[in-house]
């Protein structure tokens, strides 16, 4: 590092500082990088981030099971990974819960299923989900969601399984849907959609399943997918 002066002398000087100023500029990032790393502390906090965002839980299931006297890998709906003891997936689905979703459930970074359908949760979903980068499968069907499909699920590069149906989605199919190249389910029925169909979602070689049916959908989609088993469209 300090040792770019040619002369050997002056370099012999130099290097002798160095390994003390690489010792403490290694401690200094240590300690930035496990201030700022995410554990299963920042987990625990935005699942009761989650759980002040629900305003309506007739059978109690998390004011009495998501308690902090036990770790979150405890709680109902959680999964947890061991290796690097982080929630993995989170499944309320059927548990007719009412509320929002809260901007901290994009700090779930380990996060791979989130699984939340068949409830009454309502509002548009926080841009903060993006950061789910590991994210394989999402389901949101059955629920009260509004505004337009977010764009940025384009960055869910990892996305397999997909489930939008049966909210109050408005506008058009996003584009960047196409940029989910390991998409293989595609569900948006019973929603308000309207407007083309994206012809690049015809370029998702690995679909195989996608549901469109009762939306205000037009144009047709050229299927350059070969293992498209069904096509559900009205
Ligand atoms: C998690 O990180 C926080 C700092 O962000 C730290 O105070 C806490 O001790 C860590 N918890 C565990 C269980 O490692
Ligand atoms: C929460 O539910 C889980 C799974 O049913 C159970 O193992 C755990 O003991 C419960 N925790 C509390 C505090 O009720
Ligand atoms: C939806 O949840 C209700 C309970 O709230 C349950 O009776 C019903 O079977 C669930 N439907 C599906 C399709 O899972
Ligand atoms: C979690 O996310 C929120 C909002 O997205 C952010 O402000 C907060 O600092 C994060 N908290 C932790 C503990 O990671
Ligand atoms: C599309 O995916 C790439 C990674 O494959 C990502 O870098 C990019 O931000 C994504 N774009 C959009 C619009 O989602
Ligand atoms: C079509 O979807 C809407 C929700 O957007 C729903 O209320 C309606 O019952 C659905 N119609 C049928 C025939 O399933
Ligand atoms: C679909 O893929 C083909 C071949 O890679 C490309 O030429 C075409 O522009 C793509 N279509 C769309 C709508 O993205």
Same mark, same amino acid.
């Given at each position: 590092m300090i040792c770019l002066i040619p002369a050997p002398n002056v370099m012999a000087k130099t290097c002798f500082f160095s390994p003390l100023l690489f010792l403490l500029l290694f401690t200094t990032i240590r300690v930035i990088l496990s201030a700022n790393s995410p554990n299963i502390s920042t987990d625990q906090s935005a699942l009761l981030a989650l759980k002040s965002h629900i305003t309506h839980d007739p059978h109690n299931i998390l004011a009495t099971n998501w308690s902090t006297s036990t770790s979150v890998c405890n709680w109902i709906g959680v999964t947890c990974e061991s290796k690097h003891h982080r929630a993995i997936a989170l499944d309320l689905s059927s548990l007719d819960l009412t509320g929002t979703i809260p901007s901290q459930l994009g700090n779930l970074s380990f996060l791979i299923r989130l699984f939340i359908n068949n409830n009454s949760f309502h509002g548009v979903l926080p841009i903060e989900l993006s950061n789910l980068? %590991?994210?394989?499968?999402? /389901?949101?069907?059955n629920n009260n969601f509004d505004g337009e499909i977010p764009s940025w699920f384009g960055y869910f590069v990892e996305l397999q399984l997909l489930w939008l149906y049966g909210n109050n989605f408005i506008g058009v199919i996003p584009s960047t849907l196409a940029n989910l190249s390991k998409l293989v389910l595609l569900n948006l029925f019973n929603n /308000?959609?309207?407007?083309?169909?994206? %012809? %690049?979602i015809g370029n998702l070689s690995n679909?195989?399943?996608?549901?469109?049916?009762? /939306?205000?959908?037009?144009?047709?989609?050229?299927?350059?997918?070969? /293992?498209?088993?069904?096509?559900?469209?009205s």
């Open positions: 980068h %590991a994210m394989r499968a999402l /389901n949101f069907g /308000n959609l309207q407007g083309q169909i994206p %012809a %690049a679909l195989e399943w996608l549901y469109l049916y009762n /939306n205000s959908l037009s144009g047709y989609i050229l299927i350059s997918i070969l /293992n498209l088993f069904s096509l559900v469209k």
